[in-house]
């Protein structure tokens, strides 16, 4: 079975300072892993994926095997990053399925 | 290219009606997913629809739920005899070919049942 967690609900850093949004994921192959945000009154956009290890925004994410974790780093938030970020993994026979973790919100205050 | 529409955005339905949500794929996708979003919770997977074919219904509830995608026109995921359990947001996706190139989803629908 593979699941997804994200342990913080709620995350909340000021302008400038740098965030990282936890995610771990459980697969016994080898999944592919996903960043995706919301902003508000948005729909769901896609962040980034780890196959494509680019920096979207100036977020990077690093697909950590050995401790099943992909989190998710920004050195120096902005106020407009505000938003709902989950993190999703896909498996390798899943054909576009998508497990999702529950989401973390992220707050930058000014 | 509008992107996924999928309509209504809000649903209230009394319980025991049926709901009828749809989903308008981007032009040119031929993969449609549907997933739902309970209060509190993250998106499940519940259906992956290609045309006129149901391909995985793993996440799919036994009973009242049912998904298709026909030839013409858009994908309709219908509730029948809702429950307020039922009460949720309910998303939808569209692919170009199986995976995840181009992934797009919709704003999604918000069904309350009073």
């Known amino acids: 079975a593979q699941r997804v967690t994200q342990p913080e609900k709620l995350l909340s850093v000021f302008k400038g300072a740098p965030v990282e949004l936890k995610c771990n994921y459980s697969y016994s192959g080898s999944p592919e892993l996903f960043w995706y945000v919301q902003y508000s009154r948005q729909r769901l956009q896609l962040l980034l994926r780890?196959?494509s290890r680019e920096s979207i925004k100036g977020f990077t994410a690093d697909l950590n095997k050995g401790e099943t974790s992909f989190h998710l780093k920004k050195p120096f938030a902005q106020e407009e990053d505000s938003a709902m970020y989950y993190c999703a993994l896909a498996g390798g026979t899943s054909y576009g399925k998508l497990t999702f973790g529950q989401g973390t919100i992220l707050t930058v205050h000014p | 290219n509008a992107g996924v529409m999928q309509n209504p955005r809000h649903l209230v339905r009394r319980r025991g009606q049926e709901a009828r949500l749809r989903c308008s794929p981007v032009k040119g996708h031929s993969h449609v997913y549907w997933y739902r979003q309970l209060p509190e919770e993250g998106l499940k997977f519940m259906v992956y629809?290609?045309?006129?074919?149901?391909?995985?219904e793993s996440g799919m509830p036994k009973e009242r739920f049912s998904a298709e995608f026909p030839k013409e026109g858009p994908s309709i995921l219908r509730i029948q005899q809702v429950v307020r359990g039922d009460s949720a947001a309910y998303f939808c996706?569209?692919?170009?070919?199986?995976?995840?190139?181009?992934?797009?989803f919709g704003s999604g629908t918000r069904l309350t049942v009073v």
């Open positions: 780890h196959i």
């Open positions: 629809l290609q045309k006129e074919n149901i391909i995985d």
């Open positions: 996706a569209s692919s170009h070919r199986r995976g995840h190139d181009g992934y797009t």
